[in-house]
């Protein structure tokens, strides 16, 4: 029997590995569960032959009153910090200095945003792991570790008699978003991060609770070993630990110099959004030992080691007043009017607060000190509020009843969190309207922005989106100060639009719930806008991906009387209404699988990806030998390596536009350059919210 047990264990633990380490399971869930049950019904029958690595130990012991105290037998020291390719290069300058002769290289890290714990193996068994604490000292969080399941309980026997190694636990932020979800649902206050979150879930007396978080870590460093020897250099002793079964980064890499560590800083600022888990910064580490031993510590921090932190993406301030914008679907969207912040260099005024029922859930109150967030380019928002500086004064948010635009009553679509102004004539409507008709992803219109449209509506010259088409010089001339170029200009990308994809114009059209892949599907589809004006619910519904929400509100577009106006209108401008219908077959880039990385200049990525597809080709995530092409733009990944590894055909960004116009060419027979600008703009095409994409931000 004792074999039976100890083969399931075996198993379950070879099993755990390649799914929690590895990433890459062998069996099946159900598979997984029933040896999982097997082992639980023998042990229960068997009770003498439970280990303390068996799996079925993992899953939360009793709670506890308080934590024990670790002793470190070596300090966690912490890192010094910098922000600048200056300081990070002074640094460099340090230790060349401190080592003569011998040329230092580095082993290049993420710096994970969670808490440092020092795991204990004795005899290739987990004895007991710590929180960093004050570095000396820290909490025994043995039972609460022991339910991570990336976290080896035991080890194998080749593992020196004793050691330590040091990690970083953490939560991934879908693990985070869902455990805020169902805190909300309970009722209970939210966590601003996901750090704070691994550090409440680790934490908990009750390892029950932490069990139910789902917690990982990655291991990056060995405190000591005893009794046997290790490597000599860092990304060696990674490796080791590796083959030992903890989880070690694989986003490490080897840098020759402090040139390449700052490109591995300049890189992973671009991408850490791509990451499962948050990032604040790289770790740079001197790579051989005996270097590390020769430049030693300064205080309490290693003088071979430093983080080299991305711009913060938190900031506090103050909540004066809620603000609300309508947007073109007459959505009253609720923004934060803030104190003024400096968040990463960036100076953040106004933010994103979604909708009412969001700000209640989030505890927020006007008056409230609140934690700020801003990632990449997406709008800053409101994380939630520091319920700790409240001062009493706060107040409650009422969304209004009536439309702060027009005055009309609000409605409330039932099973929507947003209200909306029915008035389809509410300026704001109409402006953020015209506004997503000349969009980047509409019919790209170029000059034709904010400001204008607004002079535009003024002066009454335009009142829908067709009457772009019938502007004339002189009422450009008369709104605006501008060159007579400008407005030549202006009034040929008005022109030239009129020869737009189906695609774009369905998009630009502006139907509730119809984004861009969705009138990219409505467009190969229908055709033609009149054959989709003309369908009825049976035959939306019948088209891959439509649910009767998406065709209830095409249908109701094209029921209003106000939109069949302005089609008539578009048509007469002679604005292109039906697509050729073509046989995919005949698509020139048919079979051809593409893989995107890097940032493209001219593109977003469904734009591109809609691109490709609509002549014909497929879009992937990973290079293999059957890729056709790699296009790269900026900071490309890893991605780029692989595939002229492989072989496969890379392109830059501007020969995938010659390739583009190449193959619209045959399909059009003549090139397509509607669809693509060679120049760098900032026109989005703007969201069904409106009102801060811009507003909100000054560098
Ligand atoms: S090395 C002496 N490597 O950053 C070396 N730390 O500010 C100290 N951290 O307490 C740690 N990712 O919690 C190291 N790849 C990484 C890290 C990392 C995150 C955290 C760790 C530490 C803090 C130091």
Not at 92 to 114: V, W, Y
Not at 140 to 150: A, P
Not at 320 to 348: C, D, F, M, Q
Not at 588 to 609: M, S
């Amino acid at each position: 029997m004792k074999n039976t047990v100890e083969n399931l264990r075996e198993a379950i633990n070879y099993h755990n590995y390649r799914y929690y380490v590895l990433d890459s399971p062998e069996i099946s869930d159900a598979e997984y569960d029933r040896l999982m049950r097997e082992l639980k019904k023998l042990e229960e029958e068997y009770p003498h032959l439970v280990t303390p690595d068996s799996p079925t130990q993992r899953v939360g012991a009793s709670p506890v009153e308080a934590f024990g105290v670790v002793e470190h037998p070596s300090p966690l020291l912490s890192l010094a910090n910098t922000f600048s390719e200056g300081e990070l290069i002074e640094w460099n300058n340090r230790i060349i200095k401190l080592l003569g002769s011998q040329h230092p290289t580095f082993a290049c890290e993420l710096k994970m945003d969670g808490l440092a714990v020092a795991l204990t193996y004795v005899n290739g068994l987990l004895q007991h792991g710590a929180t960093r604490g004050d570095g000396f000292r820290g909490e025994d969080v043995t039972q609460n570790l022991r339910t991570i399941k990336s976290l080896p309980l035991s080890v194998s026997k080749e593992a020196p008699p004793k050691f330590e190694v040091r990690g970083e636990v953490y939560l991934p932020v879908k693990g985070f978003k869902k455990l805020n979800d169902t805190r909300a649902a309970e009722g209970l206050p939210l966590f601003a991060n996901p750090r704070n979150a691994a550090a409440g879930s680790l934490r908990q007396l009750d390892p029950r609770v932490t069990a139910r978080r789902p917690l990982d870590i990655y291991i990056y460093g060995l405190g000591y070993a005893e009794g046997k020897s290790v490597p000599s250099s860092h990304l060696e002793i990674m490796e080791y630990l590796k083959s030992l079964g903890f989880k070690v980064s694989p986003y490490s890499k080897y840098c020759e110099n402090i040139m390449d560590v700052e490109g591995y800083h300049s890189y992973w600022a671009g991408h850490r959004g791509d990451l499962p888990f948050e990032v604040d910064g790289v770790v740079a580490k001197v790579n051989t030992l005996s270097l590390q031993v020769e430049l030693g510590d300064v205080g309490r921090e290693p003088r071979w080691a430093i983080a080299y932190k991305f711009p913060a993406v938190q900031g506090t301030t103050r909540l004066i007043n809620i603000g609300i914008s309508v947007g073109r679907t007459g959505t009253l969207n609720p923004y934060a009017i803030l104190e003024p912040v400096s968040i990463g260099g960036v100076t953040i005024r106004q933010a994103a607060l979604h909708n009412a029922e969001d700000i209640g859930r989030k505890d927020i109150l006007i008056g409230d000190t609140v934690i700020v967030q801003r990632a990449g380019e997406v709008i800053p928002e409101v994380v939630g509020p520091v319920v700790s500086k409240r001062t009493g004064q706060e107040k409650k948010f009422v969304m209004p009843s009536r439309c702060p635009e027009c005055g009309t009553e609000i409605v409330k679509t039932e099973g929507e969190v947003a209200v909306r102004c029915p008035n389809l004539n509410c300026p704001a409507q109409v402006q953020e309207r015209l506004q997503h008709f000349v969009s980047r992803g509409g019919m790209d219109i170029e000059g034709v922005g904010e400001k204008l449209i607004a002079a535009l509506l003024k002066e009454g010259y335009v009142s829908d989106v067709a009457d772009f088409y019938s502007l004339t010089a002189e009422q450009l001339l008369k709104v605006e100060r501008m060159a007579d170029k400008s407005v030549a200009n202006i009034l040929e990308s008005i022109k030239n639009s009129r020869e737009r994809p189906l695609a774009r114009l369905i998009f630009a059209l502006g139907i509730l719930h119809v984004g861009e892949e969705m009138a990219a599907t409505l467009a190969r589809h229908s055709g033609s806008l009149d054959k989709l004006a003309g369908a009825d619910t049976e035959e939306l519904l019948s088209i891959p991906n439509i649910g009767p929400k998406i065709a209830d509100s095409i249908r109701e577009f094209f029921k209003e009387e106000r939109n069949l106006k302005t089609i008539e209108k578009l048509r007469a401008a002679e604005v292109k209404l039906e697509e050729k219908t073509v046989d995919v077959g005949s698509l020139p880039l048919k079979g051809k699988e593409f893989v995107l990385t890097g940032k493209l200049e001219h593109f977003t990525r469904p734009q591109a990806e809609a691109r490709i597809k609509e002549l014909g080709g497929g879009a992937g995530d990973n290079v293999t030998r059957k890729t056709g092409y790699l296009v790269y733009g900026a900071d490309p990944g890893s991605k780029l390596q692989k595939a002229r590894s492989l072989g496969v055909k890379v392109l830059e960004e501007s020969d995938f536009i010659a390739l583009l116009e190449e193959a619209s060419g045959q399909v059009r027979s003549g090139p397509d350059k509607s669809g693509l600008s060679r120049r760098a703009g900032s026109r989005r095409a703007g969201s069904e919210r409106s009102g801060l994409s811009q507003s909100g931000v000054t560098s």
